[in-house]
């Protein structure tokens, strides 16, 4: 049984730089969310799919942050132009559709912009 | 909109000592609460749940009670564990989307 996994788990990267954090979920769950978690703080929901369509993107998703889910299987996380304030974990979760289905997490990407 | 308050941190406690994690929160609807566990350096942990009013969520002797006259799902476990050291997040859902809104969390440390 594979979990949510999540790749790298660890980047550091210059600011102004691009990044990519890939997030395949588990088999048969059709929904796929993505969160940022900073210190001290708890996650931040910023969009999720079902199967390959995006249905919502929270407002924290500014216009340098993209997602894509093509296959309505793995997803991938851009962020263009980073910033130092785009330094926390991003999260990847998947769950069935349902109201109530748990939702299970990956161990997250840390992304450290210097 | 939704929101999840839970007490303030950090907690520190010795071994065998009875844990309470206060959390409450504010819904349009009917949610399902949650509590998952965040292990240093980990991701987070899904440690038990509660999908309707009075059901209690339990898991690894930890317990919770959805109490919808009080808005709350509080977090109990009789005896820590230095292994319980970590942080706990209360956590709901409510619509289609079952997306997640969390509280801030809190830090347990269990001392032997």
């Known amino acids: 049984d594979t979990g949510v996994s999540q790749d790298p788990r660890h980047k550091i990267t210059k600011r102004g730089q691009n990044v990519t954090f890939r997030c395949d979920p588990i088999?048969?769950?059709?929904?796929l969310y993505w969160y940022r978690q900073t210190l001290g703080q708890g996650p931040e929901f910023l969009t999720y799919f079902q199967n390959e369509a995006q249905l919502e993107k929270s407002r924290l998703l500014s216009n340098r942050f993209s997602a894509e889910r093509p296959k309505g299987s793995f997803s991938t996380l851009e962020i263009q132009r980073t910033e130092q304030g785009d330094s926390a974990m991003y999260l990847c979760?998947?769950?069935?559709?349902?109201?109530?289905?748990?939702?299970?997490f990956g161990e997250g990407s840390w992304l450290t912009v210097v | 909109g939704d929101s999840v308050t839970q007490m303030e941190g950090p907690v520190t406690l010795s071994e065998e000592a009875f844990l309470t994690i206060n959390c409450t929160y504010t819904a349009t609807g009917y949610p399902s609460l949650f509590w998952y566990v965040q292990y240093p350096g980990e991701g987070l942990q899904l440690l038990l749940k509660a999908t309707k009013a009075d059901d209690k969520g339990s898991n690894k002797g930890f317990e919770a009670t959805y109490r919808k006259e009080t808005t709350s799902f509080h977090l109990e476990k009789g005896s820590v564990q230095v292994s319980d050291s970590a942080v706990y997040f209360c956590?709901?859902?409510?619509?289609?989307?079952?997306?997640?809104?969390f509280g801030k969390g809190i830090t347990l440390s269990v001392r032997p």
């Open positions: 956590a709901l859902n409510t619509g289609a989307n079952s997306k997640l809104t």
């Open positions: 088999s048969e769950h059709n929904r």
């Open positions: 979760a998947s769950s069935l559709q349902g109201a109530g289905n748990t939702i299970y």
